[in-house]
């Protein structure tokens, strides 16, 4: 248990360092895992609606955050190109997320033109029903992109790593809360990047 959790302390730390510099970045993961931990509760009472809350404005923000905000050039903080980070990135690199993002707004559009999935699902007659089939499929993408990445792990590192890394994922609405409370306050400050003074060369 004990390097269960020391390997989770280096997975979260190497990702605080190398990919939240921006202080938008940080402040849209604090709006992404405040909303992730509501997703999570309505889990366990309506998880189409709990689907549509974490891809539809958990996900959004938190990958814009990376996409939009945070800098890609010579990383002098940690002594590493941007390249060099993203071929090292234990979970979604950007390239990957590209790919899950996609798969994430190809969803409604293949619903409205196939509801009824070739004949898997019933059809929905409404609105809300349509929604409903979206929320699903939201809900089916995140669990599958989880154990994809989390099985692939297995393969290119271990299964230690892999297991870690979900463990990671699963609790990073948590984690991130506590990381980055104070960015939107750095921000009004007129601070746009962490000078990360806790994170050099380490």
Same mark, same amino acid.
């Given at each position: 248990?004990?390097?269960?959790?020391?390997?989770? /302390?280096?997975?979260?730390?190497?990702?605080?360092?190398?990919?939240?510099?921006?202080? $938008?970045?940080?402040?849209?993961?604090?709006?992404?895992?405040?909303?992730? $931990?509501?997703?999570?509760?309505?889990?366990?009472?309506?998880?189409?609606?709990?689907?549509?809350?974490?891809?539809?404005?958990?996900?959004?923000? /938190?990958?814009?955050?990376?996409?939009?905000?945070?800098?890609?050039?010579?990383?002098?903080?940690? /002594? @590493?190109?941007?390249?060099?980070?993203?071929? $090292?990135?234990?979970?979604?690199?950007?390239?990957?997320?590209?790919?899950?993002?996609?798969?994430?707004?190809?969803?409604?559009?293949?619903?409205?033109? @196939?509801?009824?999935?070739?004949?898997?699902?019933?059809?929905?007659?409404?609105?809300?029903?349509?929604?409903?089939?979206?929320? $699903?499929?939201?809900?089916?993408?995140?669990?599958?992109?989880?154990?994809?990445?989390?099985?692939?792990?297995?393969?290119?590192?271990?299964?230690?790593?892999?297991?870690?890394?979900?463990?990671?994922?699963?609790?990073?609405?948590?984690?991130?809360?506590?990381?980055?409370?104070?960015?939107?306050?750095?921000?009004?400050?007129?601070?746009?990047?962490?000078?990360?003074?806790?994170?050099?060369?380490?």
């Amino acid at each position: 248990m004990k390097e269960f959790l020391e390997a989770l /302390r280096v997975q979260r730390w190497d990702d605080h360092r190398y990919y939240h510099h921006s202080r $938008i970045n940080q402040s849209l993961h604090l709006v992404s895992a405040l909303s992730f $931990i509501v997703a999570y509760g309505l889990l366990f009472v309506d998880p189409a609606a709990a689907a549509l809350l974490a891809w539809g404005v958990s996900m959004t923000t /938190r990958q814009a955050g990376h996409f939009f905000f945070e800098p890609r050039g010579y990383d002098h903080v940690n /002594r @590493a190109t941007h390249e060099h980070k993203e071929a $090292i990135k234990v979970g979604y690199n950007l390239r990957r997320k590209l790919v899950l993002m996609s798969a994430w707004a190809a969803a409604p559009v293949l619903l409205w033109l @196939a509801p009824t999935l070739g004949g898997l699902i019933e059809p929905a007659a409404t609105w809300r029903g349509w929604l409903h089939d979206v929320g $699903i499929a939201w809900l089916a993408l995140g669990v599958g992109g989880l154990l994809f990445r989390t099985v692939h792990l297995f393969f290119l590192a271990d299964v230690r790593t892999g297991v870690v890394w979900a463990t990671k994922i699963l609790t990073d609405p948590f984690h991130d809360v506590m990381l980055y409370w104070r960015a939107p306050l750095h921000l009004l400050r007129g601070e746009r990047m962490d000078p990360m003074h806790h994170a050099r060369h380490s």
